[in-house]
């Protein structure tokens, strides 16, 4: 797409849903506008170096005007064709002005806190405040090399998950380094680094501990020592095995009663709907619904706005649960393991189970597998036990 880049041509351009649009100029080569979904618009201009395309950020709009940029394009065209290259040139008056902690505060404000969801922007906060800026953060983001990486992965060795969480993160931001000219393309020092082996954490869930956990949530409803919404919470995690994001905001309007679904407008797969079981859906309407608050599971009422926000405080909650129900070492996630458990073990398929907990990959489905008895153990588990009851001379069932 190409059009003479004016000030009205360039107030006109409307933002596209998603990526990033460009519009090049019709009469100077290579030079630009690019506009993003949030409505940013700034002039560039594209060339080649060596057989490379390179980019070359000319500024903002408005600060720069059509006009500026026009001239500051066909003056970057110039220093080209003498074989200069200008995107170097920025780079290295950039280099030196910035530590790895400073970048990393822009690729907050600017990528995480635009395109991640809250979830993921606090994980990336808590990553960088304890692990990554102690280690890294003095360093000028040009000095980071794959020894200072593997020093902060090795040193978290202890916690593979979280070593390898951070190893993605650091890689993530020194790869957006290198795409808004703050490091060398091709430069990433995180990129041959490899990651400790994860075994998947899931853990059975026996039908006795679902007993337990039921019997420990009775008590404290019969005693009012957990907050309703997070008796209601685990209930709904054991009945649906959606994640727990999801059921903590589910609002009331996701919930469609007459189809026995709940539309989920935002999970970690995406848009989704989940089909739920009679019992899911009793609890459900079994729940107060007060037209002051939107939420299934409400929380406390905000100051600021004085509206009902869902309730947070699960955790604590969960720990009261599992302590009663002696079951220390169950996180709330294995909840939604013991319903593909429970699938699996019921003869249903994979596919099916996949659709239930809103698999987008059937790989992770297969996961759940193995949490099934062995069809082999249980066939021989039938026949000894009829053996042992002829033996034993018990009337056959």
Request: with cysteine.
């Amino acid at each position: 797409m190409s059009a003479k880049i004016t000030k009205k041509m360039v107030e006109a351009i409307s933002p596209p849903p998603i990526g990033r649009l460009v519009i090049f100029d019709s009469e100077i080569s290579g030079f630009g506008v690019r506009v993003t979904p949030n409505g940013t618009k700034t002039f560039v201009l594209k060339y080649s170096m060596a057989n490379k395309a390179r980019w070359y950020t000319i500024g903002s709009y408005p600060a720069f005007s059509a006009d500026e940029a026009r001239r500051e394009a066909l003056a970057q065209r110039g220093a080209i064709a003498r074989g200069d290259d200008p995107a170097s040139y920025r780079l290295s008056q950039k280099i030196g002005d910035i530590s790895f902690e400073e970048f990393a505060s822009q690729y907050l404000q600017q990528h995480a806190d635009l395109k991640k969801r809250a979830r993921s922007r606090e994980e990336d906060k808590r990553n960088l405040k304890k692990h990554i800026n102690p280690a890294l953060g003095k360093l000028k983001i040009s000095e980071v090399t794959p020894l200072h990486i593997q020093r902060l992965h090795q040193k978290m060795s202890d916690t593979p998950f979280a070593a390898n969480r951070c190893l993605a993160l650091v890689s993530t931001i020194l790869n957006k380094a290198e795409a808004w000219g703050y490091r060398q393309n091709g430069s990433n020092p995180a990129r041959h680094i490899e990651k400790y082996p994860e075994k998947p954490r899931d853990r059975i869930v026996t039908a006795a501990e679902i007993g337990r956990i039921g019997k420990a949530l009775r008590h404290a409803r019969r005693l009012n020592v957990l907050h309703p919404s997070a008796i209601a919470c685990i209930e709904l995690l054991i009945l649906t095995g959606c994640r727990l994001q999801e059921i903590l905001t589910l609002k009331w309007s996701f919930v469609d009663f007459e189809r026995s679904s709940i539309h989920l407008p935002v999970s970690k797969t995406g848009t989704k709907t989940v089909l739920i079981g009679d019992a899911a859906l009793s609890l459900l309407k079994s729940l107060p619904h007060s037209s002051d608050c939107e939420y299934v599971l409400p929380g406390k009422v905000f100051k600021t706005d004085r509206k009902t926000h869902h309730y947070v405080g699960i955790e604590k909650n969960w720990q009261c649960v599992r302590k009663v129900a002696c079951l220390k070492d169950l996180r709330i996630h294995d909840l939604r393991h013991a319903f593909a458990q429970v699938g699996a073990s019921g003869g249903e398929s994979l596919q099916i189970i996949g659709r239930l907990l809103g698999h987008s990959n059937p790989t992770i489905t297969n996961r759940y597998a193995n949490l099934a008895p062995d069809p082999v153990q249980r066939a021989a588990t039938r026949i000894s036990s009829e053996l042992a009851n002829r033996l034993a001379g018990k009337p056959l069932s």
